[in-house]
T-cell receptor, first 114, second 114 residues
Framework: AQSVSQHNHHVILSEAASLELGCNYS??????LFWYVQYPGQHLQLLLK??????LVKGIKGFEAEFIKSKFSFNLRKPSVQWSDTAEYFC????????????FGSGTRLSIRP | EAGVTQFPSHSVIEKGQTVTLRCDPI?????LYWYRRVMGKEIKFLLH????????ESGMPNNRFLAERTGGTYSTLKVQPAELEDSGVYFC????????????FGPGTRLTVL
């Protein structure tokens, strides 16, 4: 069955540290890829998405993600985190073969120490 | 512009009872989705409406769950009878275009079945 794996359940960083959250998916066909974020007390919202073209995708708030097809990965990065980045981050995949369904990972909770 | 709203925000019921969750999508969004997150695990797709039609209901766990979207506006998700394993957070999302379009999520309904 198709799945999305997020390697870290909880990441704790200090402000200004660099961030990389891992995401791997298990599906050999064409995919669309997403990162969603849920800030404390807020709705889940889209951070960035990849459909085609440049595998390095830039999103809101200085986040970016790189699609590496050979590794089935879509890792999220930010060069310097801020306290306000404290949130839960979800990687997600939409499979072309089942267009309606978006498969989410289990989420990574990011805590930033001020 | 109002976002996606869900009601109630929290529901506590006993096993065997019935609960109905409601979702109001963003006005003009034909696409409406239901998801569920159980106890910190991944967010799982339940179903997708296009207007009042069910485009994909492959994620519905069993026939105790019934989703409707009469008139293509708001949607309800009824659980009857509720079981302990139905506890979790039920999210609704809507999008203007199909699933690869940005999905806007509601705040979720936390369902607790005792």
């Amino acid at each position: 069955a198709q799945s999305v794996s997020q390697h870290n359940h909880h990441v704790i960083l200090s402000e200004a540290a660099s961030l990389e959250l891992g995401c791997n998916y298990s599906y050999g066909g064409t995919v669309n890829l997403f990162w969603y974020v849920q800030y404390p007390g807020q709705h889940l919202q889209l951070l960035l998405k990849y459909f085609s073209g440049d595998p390095l995708v830039k999103g809101i708030k200085g986040f970016e993600a790189e699609f590496i097809k050979s590794k089935f990965s879509f890792n999220l990065r930010k060069p310097s985190v801020q306290w306000s980045d404290t949130a839960e981050y979800f990687c997600a995949v939409n499979l072309y073969s089942s267009a309606s369904k978006i498969i989410f990972g289990s989420g990574t909770r990011l805590s930033i120490r001020p | 512009e109002a976002g996606v709203t869900q009601f109630p925000s929290h529901s506590v019921i006993e096993k065997g009872q019935t609960v109905t969750l409601r979702c109001d999508p963003i006005s003009g969004h034909d696409n409406l989705y239901w998801y569920r997150r159980v106890m910190g695990k991944e967010i799982k797709f339940l179903l997708h409406f296009v207007k009042e039609s069910k485009q994909d209901e492959s994620g519905m766990p069993n026939n105790r769950f019934l989703a409707e979207r009469t008139g293509g506006t708001y949607s309800t998700l009824k659980v009857q009878p509720a079981e302990l394993e139905d506890s979790g957070v039920y999210f609704c999302a809507s999008s203007l275009q199909g699933p690869t379009d940005t999905q806007y999520f509601g705040p979720g309904t936390r369902l607790t079945v005792l």
